[in-house]
């Protein structure tokens, strides 16, 4: 009675009560899981595995992948300890699973896991979009079972377990998305896990997320292949570093980008439209009568990102 | 008699006739100027003026700048022998002279420039633009003064002579943009001026070139600056390295920019039509049913910028 006294108490206090943290409370304190299921073995979820070997903790990491070779590959490098490639196996017994995969996968994958997780285990995601993924996995994950979306701000241009880096989430933003269904201490615990990988973390809404990750982050991948595409061949011979810097992310995976712009493309719409506006007032001041008005738009946007440069964390 | 034969006889083999290059045919053949004036000495003239200093010959380096600290600091930084407010001492005596300012200030620099200098001079500019100040100086410049125009690709988005380098032009390429009205033995003169710095050089019309470079350079300018001034302020905490990098040249001197529009706006109007049209083949494409066709627009920009990385000199 005492014991369920105190615990009341410290929900209480640490606003971690919630319809059903009740049995599974107790290891929500603890810091790290004691056996993490990494689902999708490739740049994100091989970056995550190794994070966490460097972590130097004893967490078990297990990999899931349709491919045995990447599997493989992942176990060679040090990313996972064991991998399967059917979902039961690579799920039992973990107290944190992670969706690695591209976004267009997790609805499936979410469908498949739901009857494999027991009461208590905590999923969340590396995902790019939040709101479809959320509320998929709001739906269909049974009762005891938490979800936490996560949008760990770290990538890079390069595909596949082989290019994962240890350091890839370090220093990084990573953006929680709890929804007035999300168990208090779960968003706790997956909070805390982040940071012990080295990130910052904040919360916003899987709408707002989505819509704000449209305009700076979805928008500009659109931009940097809208500009490569439209080049002329023997043009691109004159292209220079300023070009290339530009379009660094148009390198990026395909199917990835393909799968967050096709999830997020109400946003990514009204995004592009406010961008056409924006060139639209570009084009109007492309005049010597509104030089100054000009100069003052050029200027905005270089002051604009100096004071970005400046905030700490970039 | 036989000396004049023998000059005939070594312009024609080395294609270096012309209408005018008859006094001054002699040192066209050394590559390095005797004494130099960079008229502007900003990141771009400043690093001008220590490649050549490195460059280990002894040339001697002349500065103009409408402001005392300016000359001040560039000879502090050793970027320039001596410096003048005034052009007329800042071009005498010079072989080469070299407009470093905003491509804005070209027209009235050139109109001051002409009745400076003498014949056998070679007149070049670091502009970003080449038809205005092409045609601007073959109208104004007087016979025997030969103007080449040239475009470096280097910079920064810094601006000012304190942050000049060196190397700033080491390893880039030099548009150069001849017309049929340029004195051969000048062009080439000025090409193997900026491959004694380390350029690779090649040459287009200056039409060609205003056209190319709206696509390639211009466009991508104003693209990172209408992306960074279309972001709300908040969403801008969420933003990514991605974005940082995307956006770097929105970081450069709006003046620069400003004349550079505005120089090339029927170009730069056209390159932006371009890309509207290129965003609503992209917003076409955001549907489930093109789920294919979106892919392959996204892999088309990865693989070309892929063969872009792979070409010598990126």
Redesign the interface.
């Known amino acids: 009675m005492k014991v369920r006294r105190a615990q009341r108490w410290l929900l209480k206090s640490f606003n971690l009560h919630g319809p059903d943290n009740g049995p599974s409370f107790r290891y929500y304190r603890t810091m790290q899981p004691r056996q993490i299921s990494i689902l999708g073995v490739g740049l994100l979820g091989g970056s995550l595995g190794l994070a966490l070997r460097n972590a130097a903790n004893d967490c078990k990491i297990i990999g899931y992948s349709h491919r045995r070779s990447t599997l493989d590959s992942a176990i060679r490098l040090g990313a996972i300890h064991q991998g399967y490639e059917e979902l039961a196996p690579a799920v039992r017994g973990s107290d944190l699973v992670v969706l690695c995969t591209p976004v267009g996968l997790f609805p499936n994958l979410i469908k498949e896991l739901a009857p494999l997780l027991s009461p208590g285990t905590i999923v969340t995601d590396v995902g790019s979009t939040k709101e479809t993924v959320v509320s998929i996995a709001e739906e269909l994950l049974p009762v005891g079972v938490h979800f936490v979306g996560s949008h760990p ?3 890079s ?1 390069k595909r596949g377990v082989e290019h994962a880096k240890a350091d890839l989430y370090s220093g ?2 990573c ?1 929680l998305t709890p929804t007035p269904r999300t168990n208090p201490a779960a968003l706790e615990r997956v909070d805390s896990f982040w940071k012990s990988l080295g990130m910052r973390t ?1 919360r916003i809404s899987p709408e707002e997320h989505d819509r ?2 449209a ?3 979805h ?37 990835l ?2 799968d967050i ?2 999830d997020n ?1 109400q946003n ?2 009204q ?2 439209d ?6 639209d007032r ?2 109007s001041l ?3 009568a509104q ?1 100054e008005a ?9 002051s ?3 004071a ?2 400046e ?1 700490p964390g ?1």
Chains 1, 2 share one sequence.
């Open positions: 701000m770290a990538g241009e990084a933003l953006i904040c704000r990750l305009d700076v982050s928008l500009p991948h659109a931009l940097a292949a809208a500009l490569v595409n439209l080049q002329d061949p023997q043009g691109l011979n004159l292209a220079a570093k300023g070009f290339l810097d530009l379009t660094r992310i148009a390198g990026g995976d395909s199917i980008w393909r712009f096709l493309r990514l719409l995004s592009i406010r961008l056409k506006q924006e060139l570009l084009a492309l005049d010597p030089a000009l100069q003052a738009w050029l200027q905005a946007a270089a604009r990102r100096q970005m440069l905030k970039k």
